[in-house]
């Protein structure tokens, strides 16, 4: 299972919000391993899985930002269904054999820890 990379590159440097989460983390560095992911000769695939997995960074980040309970669990359920898309299109690449199994499982791996996490989040906002 891949190690989770802090978001700052330094401890001194200014922090915001969605960078204390580790969900948030995790996400960046399922970005890195997405873009590696799926090579470049499939750009329809690699377009779709590294737009999917911004979108799982972004929404985290923005939900971070609103202050209403309803707003912030909205964006994190975006984000959450973002993971879920990924997690899709891995299995396809990994199904047809456009990405190594090794790294696919890698990828699910954060996947699964990124849902999580955003299921957490989206409830708690939520009061649920």
Known sequence: MPSSAAAPVDAHEPQLSP????????AIEFNALAARLVPRGRRDVRDQLTRAALSISANLAEGCGRRAPADKAHFYAIARGSAMECSAIVDVA??????????????????????????RLEAATAGR
């Open 19 to 26: 960078e204390r989460l580790d969900c948030y983390r995790v």
């Open 94 to 119: 990994r199904s047809v054999g456009l990405a190594p199994v090794a790294i696919c499982k890698d990828a699910r791996w954060l996947l699964v820890r990124i849902v999580q996490m955003l299921t």
